[in-house]
């Protein structure tokens, strides 16, 4: 097994600031539906670390896929492991009465947590972000530094825009430009909701996911092109990162691909703008050159390379 480290340049890492590790279990996984059996297997470290090669990026960041402190365990391991994980958004009972012990611990154990994810697309009432108990915990998140990823669907950007209205200090990052309806070509709405939660300059925006909302089969980057529009105009290019959504975007496209059409579409920026959405801005957001975010390590074995 390869153990030398990806490279570490003196300029800003290229960073994939949206992907996923798991060990497949029918029960837990039910959302990888059968359309989407080709995913229906284990993702490891030693998976992505070659494929981060092959594509030239420098590191990553693990996010949950499931609503466990479990999986965040799981995953601060992996990255404790391995160095090209750089950072985990993983999971905890934002609304529990113990939170503040839980980030206690999380923030004296491990430097690798970054921020945590509720999946709220799945949550039937579609103002389930403004719940008092969820807010509550939300407010305890940027006392220790931590991010918080919100992912969505279009329908819930509304409570969305006045859920990061209530928190100007907390740093928010939209998950896959909110999933808009890349196949049915479905824009104008979820566009002015985009453009509206923007005005947030605590709001950053994931350029990622895209492809599995579009035409798994027959879609092309034109498909994307009018709804990368509208993110690039909103956010800019400092408040925009390059995420793959590796594996779930196996489905509709291979990694090299999903970031081509990025890489393609950043063209007609300059070199730093290309730079700070490929990764510059990732590190900024995820405090990933922070020495003072967390507490010490637990001393699990953090050298460079592949651990699994």
Same mark, same amino acid.
């Given at each position: 097994?390869?153990?030398? $480290?990806?490279?570490?340049?003196?300029?800003?890492?290229?960073? !994939? +600031?949206?992907?996923?590790?798991?060990?497949?279990?029918?029960?837990?996984?039910?959302?990888?539906?059968e359309d989407?059996?080709?995913?229906?297997?284990?993702?490891?470290?030693?998976?992505?670390?070659?494929?981060?090669?092959?594509?030239?990026?420098?590191?990553?960041?693990?996010?949950? +896929?499931?609503? $466990?402190?479990?999986?965040?365990?799981?995953?601060?391991?992996?990255?404790?492991?391995?160095?090209?994980?750089?950072?985990?958004?993983?999971?905890? !009972?934002?609304? $529990?009465?113990?939170?503040?012990?839980?980030?206690e611990?999380?923030?004296? *154990?491990?430097?690798?947590?970054?921020?945590?994810?509720?999946?709220?697309?799945?949550?039937?009432?579609?103002?389930?972000?403004?719940?008092?108990?969820?807010?509550r915990?939300?407010?305890?998140?940027?006392?220790?530094?931590?991010?918080?990823?919100?992912?969505?669907?279009?329908?819930?950007?509304p409570?969305?825009?006045?859920?990061?209205?209530?928190?100007?200090?907390?740093?928010?990052?939209?998950?896959?430009?909110? =999933?808009? !309806?890349?196949?049915?070509?479905?824009?104008?709405?979820? +566009? $002015?909701?985009?453009?509206?939660? %923007?005005?947030?300059?605590?709001v950053y925006?994931?350029?990622?996911?895209?492809?599995?909302? #579009?035409?798994?089969?027959?879609?092309?980057?034109?498909?994307l =092109?009018?709804?990368?529009?509208?993110?690039? !105009? #909103?956010?800019g290019?400092?408040?925009?990162?390059?995420?793959?959504?590796?594996?779930?975007?196996?489905?509709a496209?291979?990694y %090299?691909?999903?970031?081509?059409?990025? #890489?393609?579409?950043?063209?007609?920026? %300059?070199?730093?703008?290309?730079?700070?959405?490929?990764?510059g801005? #990732?590190?900024?957001?995820?405090?990933?050159?922070?020495? %003072?975010?967390?507490?010490?390590? *637990?001393? =699990?074995?953090?050298?460079?390379?592949?651990?699994?």
């Amino acid at each position: 097994m390869d153990n030398t $480290s990806i490279a570490t340049p003196s300029e800003p890492l290229t960073i !994939d +600031a949206h992907q996923h590790f798991w060990n497949y279990d029918p029960v837990r996984d039910a959302w990888i539906t059968e359309d989407m059996r080709t995913i229906r297997t284990n993702f490891t470290p030693y998976d992505l670390y070659r494929i981060l090669r092959e594509n030239d990026i420098d590191g990553c960041i693990a996010v949950q +896929a499931d609503q $466990s402190e479990n999986e965040t365990a799981f995953l601060v391991d992996i990255a404790e492991r391995n160095d090209f994980v750089k950072g985990v958004v993983g999971w905890v !009972d934002l609304t $529990s009465g113990y939170l503040e012990k839980r980030l206690e611990f999380y923030h004296r *154990t491990t430097k690798k947590l970054k921020g945590f994810r509720h999946i709220v697309q799945t949550e039937p009432d579609n103002e389930f972000l403004l719940r008092e108990d969820f807010c509550r915990g939300i407010s305890l998140l940027n006392a220790y530094k931590y991010t918080y990823d919100i992912l969505i669907f279009p329908k819930q950007l509304p409570a969305a825009i006045r859920f990061v209205e209530m928190f100007p200090d907390q740093r928010f990052v939209v998950d896959h430009i909110a =999933k808009p !309806d890349i196949k049915g070509k479905k824009i104008e709405q979820w +566009a $002015s909701r985009m453009k509206e939660i %923007s005005k947030n300059p605590n709001v950053y925006c994931k350029v990622s996911g895209m492809v599995t909302e #579009a035409d798994w089969r027959r879609w092309k980057p034109d498909d994307l =092109k009018p709804y990368l529009d509208i993110v690039f !105009d #909103a956010f800019g290019t400092r408040r925009l990162m390059f995420g793959s959504d590796w594996p779930v975007c196996l489905v509709a496209a291979e990694y %090299s691909r999903v970031k081509e059409v990025i #890489a393609g579409y950043l063209q007609q920026f %300059s070199p730093e703008e290309q730079k700070a959405v490929m990764g510059g801005n #990732a590190a900024l957001f995820y405090y990933l050159n922070d020495e %003072s975010v967390t507490g010490n390590q *637990t001393g =699990k074995d953090s050298t460079a390379g592949i651990n699994i």
